[in-house]
């Protein structure tokens, strides 16, 4: 389930790296809705299958003032998506209790939220990026951010999707195929917490196992899809 949540801005100011703010004011809302579910959510290292996008903010009405992000605009939009519709409606439901809410410094009103339609995901898509893409690999006991130009991007891409697919439905994808041809692509360094994390936007085409693609449309593409990462759209 795909969501398009539309806020009035009330308090304009937000840290420029405000992933985590974000994501907890989505963890707590959840929790307010169904409290077991945001219990599963909080086990470490699962996979928790929901990602959601930066804040659009309409014609980037705003200013970059040191490390905070002023917005100029009234409004901002959240792109959220899950492909368990239990997180949806419990976040939505949360939402609706109480639509007054704080993240970090700013402060917004949910004014809408509308239930967006997905695209049928074919073999050959055409992805753009609404939240940065992160993928990592271990080197010597060491943790490294990939960007595309290295090979291993591209392999632990594919193999991030095929372990969320088995967790998520308990069996091997029908194919395991994919590729993924970058057509453009704008490096990132965004802070969660207090570690910087290198990753990219991207449109790019892919082509491959339709079950994969399908689910990298509707929980993320990459790894930290919780905290912001990952979130695409289909184009062209």
Do not use: W
Request: with cysteine.
């Amino acid at each position: 389930m795909r969501l398009r949540i539309e806020f009035d801005v009330v308090g304009n100011v937000i840290d420029i790296n405000y992933n985590y703010q974000v994501a907890s004011f989505i963890y707590r809302y959840i929790e307010r809705a169904n409290p077991s579910l945001s219990l599963d959510l909080h086990k470490p290292n699962v996979f928790k299958f929901f990602t959601f996008s930066r804040i659009d903010i309409p014609n980037k009405r705003f200013e970059i003032v040191g490390d905070k992000l002023v917005i100029k605009s009234d409004k901002v939009n959240l792109y959220f998506s899950t492909p368990k519709i239990e997180i949806a409606e419990s976040f939505v439901e949360g939402l609706l209790r109480k639509p007054e809410v704080k993240v970090g410094g700013a402060e917004f009103v949910v004014s809408s939220v509308k239930v967006l339609r997905e695209h049928e995901i074919g073999d050959k898509v055409r992805f753009a990026t609404l939240s940065p893409i992160s993928v990592t690999t271990l080197r010597d006991g060491r943790q490294y951010d990939l960007y595309p130009k290295d090979a291993k991007f591209y392999e632990n891409l594919r193999t991030n999707l095929i372990k969320k697919f088995v967790v998520l439905y308990g069996r091997y994808p029908e194919g395991d195929d994919l590729k993924v041809r970058p057509l453009k692509v704008k490096p990132k360094r965004i802070k969660v917490k207090n570690t910087h994390h290198r990753c990219v936007e991207m449109v790019f085409d892919a082509e491959g196992s339709k079950e994969l693609l399908e689910l990298g449309y509707k929980a993320g593409f990459g790894e930290r899809n919780s905290m912001g990462f990952g979130m695409v759209k289909v184009v062209g």
